[in-house]
């Protein structure tokens, strides 16, 4: 669904990618790890038209990503969460998953103002889908608090719903469960788990090694800013380069 | 569903037409018990401010950018009104409008490399703008009329209903704040105002959204200069003379601080800080030549214990005690 070929990205001289190639397959949960530095975030940044790769392809479908705008690129139907929540304080539960449905509310500024009924019902149907993606990750009686006074895992989820809920082709969750706790972490596990059972395609982003074991389908290992390993978790896990790079690393903390 | 539930209910879900039609109906009857010329210019004074202070709360608020200078849009407005319906001798209306189609057009032209700023340097930019369109009003005076201003305008009419006096004024002012009231509330109630919610929030968030930035920053430009370029049209007719003096930057950061002390963010807001910036020179009347340091000491005490502005901050405070006394009840 995604294909990412031989991307590279340099800040001034410094390369942060380089000739990363890999594809995301339709309806599989594909996991990015590395250790920090790797370029995990950067790279997520290119495929959503937040940074231009200084070379290289990214085709989603068959649309050539690089080069597009941001907001072009959430239009195709790819959604992501953001490492440091990015939430919007000012609004409610409710409201901040409506913004998640913010490309079908699409209506001039002038019909907006006028509120003619068919937008109305629009309004009410988006409403009802937002309330349905907040009872499925377990928000339903907050919907209509101010998000700033949730708790972060509450804040995590409703990242989570946002991004969920207008149901896109391919969610990219940066680090869905950093900072949670264990409890918060199974449960935003099980969230997941759930939406890959449902056949939504994943693209994840994690430092819990235990999660990413437990729910990918495929593993990719970014190491300063190359891809160094591709494969099951199985093959990932036993995998010599990585071992060194990343999960020998742990242990040597650990 | 108890009968207080219901009513409860029923105000919760029509809050908005509920309070617009309880503004309707105070505005309708107010000149009823208040026929004093003064007060009442005061009042019609308030509903134009009520037109800018709307417009540029979208814009500050709302989109969470910054303009110190839509007084050139309420002076294009007001010059532009005078010019079309003196110098060339057009009907009033169709000027008026023809004058708000010219000024978003400015503003287009000004918002598009203009908005690519943000922070102090959008704050900048849009001062410069104020200063370069006053000083086109004060020096290209075969047109303008330069420092002495532009008399003569005439009054605004309907058939033959010629709006001249203060209690006409006051019906044509407030449904014109009325209107332009209603359509930002059901803007910020759409997807259109969440959108702008969002670009407020975070802009990168919002772009991950699906909303064009930098469109909808250049949009919502538009539309608040098209209401001060309204608001200034009906400035021109309403008082028949303008001049330099009532657009330059002071009456800028006027309208921006009117804003921000009604509560950034809330449309209601505005209707209160455009009230209370207007009354509060007359109420502090009374201290003469302190009046200035009252003034501004009032302006700084809101802003250090109502940050949020008047309309925001109170309801956050009156919900955070509500909730607080719901949860002691429940702990009991």
Redesign the interface.
Known sequence: MLHLDKVSKHFGGLPALDQVSFSVPRGQVTALIGPNGAGKSTLINCM???LEPTSGSIRFIDQQLVGQ???TI??LGI??T?QNL??????SVL?NV????????????TL????LPY?RHR?RR?KLRALEALDRFGLADKSRVPVEVLAYGDKKRVELA?ACVAEPLLVLLDEPVAGLNSEETAAVGEQLKRLRTAGQTLLLVEHDMELVMEIADQVVVLDSGRCIARGTPNEVRNNPLVLEAYLGQMEATA | MTRKQKILYFITLHHTGLTVSTLSLVLVLYPLFEDNPYTLGLTNLIAIYVIIVVGLNLFIGYAGQISLGHAAFFGLGAYGSAIATVTFGLPAWPAMAGVAALVALVALVVGVPTLRLSGHYLAMATLGCNIVVHTIMLQWDQVTGGPSGFPGIPSLSIGGFVFDDEVRLHYLLWSFALLALL??L??V???????L??L???E??????????RRAKI??FV?SAVFASVAGSLFAHCYGFVSPDSFDIFASTDMAIMVVVGGM?SIWGSVIGAGLLTLLPEWIDVFENYKDLIHGLILVLILMFLPQGLMTGLYEKIRDKVTLKRQKNAAS
Do not use: Q
Request: glycine share 14%; charged share 20%.
């Open positions: 959503t038209g937040v705008a941001a907001h959430a239009r959604a992501r953001f990015k939430l919007f304080p000012r609004l409201d409506l913004t998640g449905l913010n490309c079908e509310a699409g209506a001039s500024m907006a103002m006028l509120r937008l309004e988006l946002r | 359509l930002a059901n803007l109630r759409s997807g259109v105002g969440r959108g919610a969002a407020a929030g975070d990168t968030a919002a772009a991950a959204l699906g909303v064009d930035t949009k919502v539309l963010g």
